[in-house]
């Protein structure tokens, strides 16, 4: 792997990890899902410092370069990420319309009672 | 004792029918001596329902954001719910359906033959509205995919026209699809093991308004809908007991 890869992937690495330090500081995320984002810059940082050992992995499961296998690795956990996000927004359609339901009943309920 | 029968009208932007659709159930009533509640959902309408609703003093509930006609008809069944009704009607607001008919789809569920009847259109000739071809191919399409995943066939899968029994109601309002929840309710009933008839009713040509499934839409609806019916197959279901 080139030089220059090398240096971009800890850089790249770096930089995540700080963007995820500052919303955390933020409070715009919770830690929870703090923890994802940690998990994927070192993943990355990895890469960077240990060529050798994917270099290694990619030959055994078949790509012909080794960016190639982080590609796919970044791919495949934002995938992941997706599939869990459209979970979680499925979640919050169920609890908003249950809110909005509920709450347009006991609207109704309110005003019928005071125009009594 | 005389069941408590409550129709539930769903509205989006329906301000050139529903009073009269009010009007008519309101005549019905009167003739023939019913009593049928009626609530209309209106789910955030953008023209003078609202306004139409509170002039004319029809029970209403008017949603703070528009929902979907799933989650509109369910808030329908939660009103029912909580009011303890014993019959709950689909009912479009829209002058489709046919208020003589609701006497004939309630009565398998007042007899407790059945726990969910659909009014259809297909189940016998009789002359009436049945909407366009593609539509009616469309229909049949699910109604196929509906036999796989439930062994029963459904003619008229994407009737709006339907009651249901007080086990039903309950059933309803804890869960209810937000979309093409026709079909997949049906499906989902079957699968519980409930009792489910198909009877003959006619239908009007929409007088105003749009349909909720449109027609650009149509394709896109069938395979999803066939997509939910298959996901129905594999998944387990039980019944949901009132406690």
């Known amino acids: 792997m080139s030089q ?95 809110l909005i339901q509920e709450l347009s009943m006991l609207k109704e309920k309110v005003e019928r009672e005071s125009r009594k | 004792m005389a069941q408590k029968v409550l129709l539930i009208i769903p509205a989006y932007n329906e301000e050139e029918n529903i009073l009269n659709t009010y009007n008519t159930i309101k005549n019905y009533n009167k003739k023939q001596k019913t009593n049928y509640d009626v609530i209309v959902i209106n789910d ?108 029963k066939k459904i003619y008229d899968t994407t009737s709006g026209f339907r009651a249901c029994s007080k086990e039903l109601i309950y059933d309803f309002s804890l869960s209810y699809p937000s979309e093409y929840p026709e079909p997949i309710t049906t499906a989902e009933i079957l699968k519980k093991k409930y009792r489910v008839w198909e009877i003959p009713v006619e239908m009007n040509e929409r007088v105003g308004g749009v349909s909720s499934i449109r027609a650009w839409k149509n394709i896109y609806y069938m395979i999803s809908v066939c997509l939910a019916l298959l996901a129905i197959k594999i998944r387990r279901y039980k019944k949901c007991h009132r406690v």
């Open chain 1, 4 to 98: 220059s890869l090398t240096i971009t992937l800890i850089v790249s690495s770096i930089f995540l990890m700080l963007l995820t330090t500052y919303v955390l500081k933020k409070g715009r995320i919770p830690e929870k899902y703090s923890l994802l984002w940690y998990v994927f810059s070192l993943i990355i940082l990895l890469v960077g410092l240990f060529p050798d050992l994917f270099t290694w992995l990619s030959n055994k499961l078949g790509f012909e370069v080794m960016s190639n296998l982080v590609i796919a690795i970044i791919i495949g956990s934002l995938l992941l990420l997706t599939m869990a996000l459209t979970i979680m927004i499925a979640g919050q359609k169920k609890k908003t319309t249950l």
């Open chain 2, 44 to 151: 955030g309408s953008k023209d003078n329902t609202k306004k139409i609703l509170e002039d004319n003093d029809i029970p209403h509930i008017n949603l703070l954001h528009n929902l979907g006609i799933g989650g509109a008809v369910q808030t329908g069944y939660k009103y029912a719910y909580y009011n303890n009704y014993d019959i709950a009607v689909q009912y479009d607001g829209d002058g489709q359906h046919d208020v003589r008919y609701v006497k004939n789809i309630i009565e398998p569920i007042i007899k407790d033959k059945a726990d969910l009847v659909i009014g259809s259109r297909f189940v016998e000739n009789i002359d009436t509205f049945k909407s366009t071809f593609a539509r009616r191919v469309g229909i049949k399409i699910i109604s196929a995919f509906m036999k796989f995943s439930t062994g």
